[in-house]
């Protein structure tokens, strides 16, 4: 297993805390229980690596801590001990920093430099963070592990907060409401693209027609009517579609899965267009009129149908 490192100053010779992340007990508490597993782990292989190296004399306290099964943390600081004891009179002077000049009054905290704030870096790709849990949590892109399952229908995702987003799908919860028409949703993300339907704004045009659009990836998926692009290809059967939503609804029906529940009977869906179809025949409702006769109809395709009759 490839370890975690950070920069190292040149012509320093190695250590181990050169090569060791600590938590607080506060940012330990963020990781779940396979992200843990997995940074112990890294933690032993860089102290192993290093006493193969010759590089390691003695035992260190974070190895022997992660032997007994306890947590990583050092109080409540961030810095590894090891860097106390490379500046042994660091305690008198931060006595003497406190008290400030002449000892009256604390002194200005010093700010960090801007390029310590990103010092834990991915040896994968290069990109760096200020947290050592940030670095432990990206590192499952590269892994491809995805450890929070839906327990509704086995859905898989790399973060907890995208699983608790997805499980409102299945209990109909949408706790973000729009002040102007009381419209809710289950993401606030979608509430921010909604606000605008009041603004009345549609800023992106289609070069070939002229229709014009509230979003960016609204008009790209437009004009794909006109290029007849089909870039979202179904697996199971090679069917293709222009956009990644039908595609994903499309293969539901491989899958059997019918996430989309009628409230008012047993039915269930594979898309939630689909569900809003089927719930207006509870409700009557017919949004879809035609121009030229007034007849109304509950879903699109039904007026387009009707269309050609004339």
Known sequence: MAAILLRLRPKVPISFEDV????????????????????????????????????????PHLVAQL???????????LQSPGAARRNPRQGDTAAAAQRGPQGRGPAPRPQRPKGSEKRYLCQQCGKSFSRSSNLIKHRIVHSGEK?????????????SFALLEHRRIHSG??????????????????????????????????????????????LLEHERIHSGERPYECVHCGKAFSRSSNLIEHERTHSGQRPYLCDQCPKAFTGISQLIHHQRSHSGGRPFACRECGKAFRGRSGLSQHLRAH
């Open 20 to 59: 060791s992340v600590y938590f607080t007990k506060a940012e330990w508490k963020f990781l779940d229980f396979k992200q843990k597993a997995l940074y112990k782990q890294v933690m032993l292989d860089n102290y192993r690596n290093l006493a193969s190296l010759g590089l390691a004399c003695s035992k």
């Open 67 to 77: 032997e007994r099964g306890e947590g990583p943390w050092a109080g409540g600081r």
């Open 147 to 159: 450890p929070y399952a839906c327990p509704e229908c086995g859905k898989q995702f790399r973060r």
């Open 173 to 218: 919860e949408k706790p973000f409401a729009c002040d102007e028409c009381g419209k809710t949703f289950t993401r606030s993300s979608n509430l921010v693209k909604h606000q605008i339907v009041h603004s009345g704004e549609k800023p992106y045009c289609c070069a070939e027609c002229g229709k014009l659009f509230r979003r960016s990836f609204a």
